[in-house]
């Protein structure tokens, strides 16, 4: 219990004002069906966060410490840059778009959570419960429930949220927190 509880805590708290929290705000809007939303990003952590508990120390290995924060801050830019790219379309989320909210928010959720703060947290707890199954199973238990805890209810206010604010400033305003956290990121080596 205590893996779980500690898991969920700390994807809650890390989850606030995250990039994936403000892409299931897009999602929202985009497609105005939260509970499809809702169970694709339950779907999308799942995956992300099991793979991040059992393959993540495996990776640590593999990429050199120093590389990390770049390759973050890194995705960091790209998103933000991206993000002012017009669609092709009038309302394209990209080609993932055209199979629906579900797989959308699939494709797009694991994308996004992948170097994010909440996977390496996974990664972490992980390796502090290590204990068997059953302990790794709770931390990718209590952080899906954290991720959904954190998202669920920006994902059912999304749409009226988006509704009274222009999507063009919104990407705008996207893009430099974007563009911010990279910075951070980088300003915060060592």
């Known amino acids: 219990m ?7 805590f700390a994807v809650a708290i890390a989850e ?11 999602l929202a809007a985009r497609y105005g069906r939260p509970y499809i939303i809702s169970l694709g990003v339950l779907v999308a952590t799942l995956v992300n966060h099991a793979l991040s508990a059992w ?11 120093e590389w990390i924060r770049w390759i973050i801050a890194g995705s960091f830019f790209a998103i933000g840059l991206w993000l ?4 092709k379309e009038d309302d394209n989320m990209g080609r993932f778009a055209n199979y629906g909210p579900f797989v959308a928010t699939l494709v797009l959720f694991f994308l996004a ?15 502090k419960y290590n204990a068997d199954i059953w302990m790794t199973c709770a931390v990718i238990a209590g952080t899906t429930f954290g991720m959904l805890l954190a998202n669920v209810p920006v ?24 563009i911010l956290l990279g910075i951070v990121t980088l300003v915060g080596m060592d």
Request: with cysteine; aromatic share 6%.
């Open 84 to 87: 002012l790219i017009p669609d």
């Open 16 to 26: 606030v004002g995250d990039k994936t929290q403000l892409l299931a705000l897009f």
């Open 113 to 127: 959570e992948i170097g994010d703060k909440t996977q390496i947290a996974t990664v972490i707890l992980a390796a």
């Open 55 to 65: 393959l993540g120390t495996v990776l640590a290995d593999v990429i050199p410490a």
């Open 155 to 178: 994902i059912f206010a999304g749409k009226w949220l988006m509704d009274k604010l222009p999507l063009g400033l919104a990407h705008k305003a996207a893009c430099v927190l974007f």
């Open 2 to 8: 205590e893996a779980f509880l500690s898991s969920t």
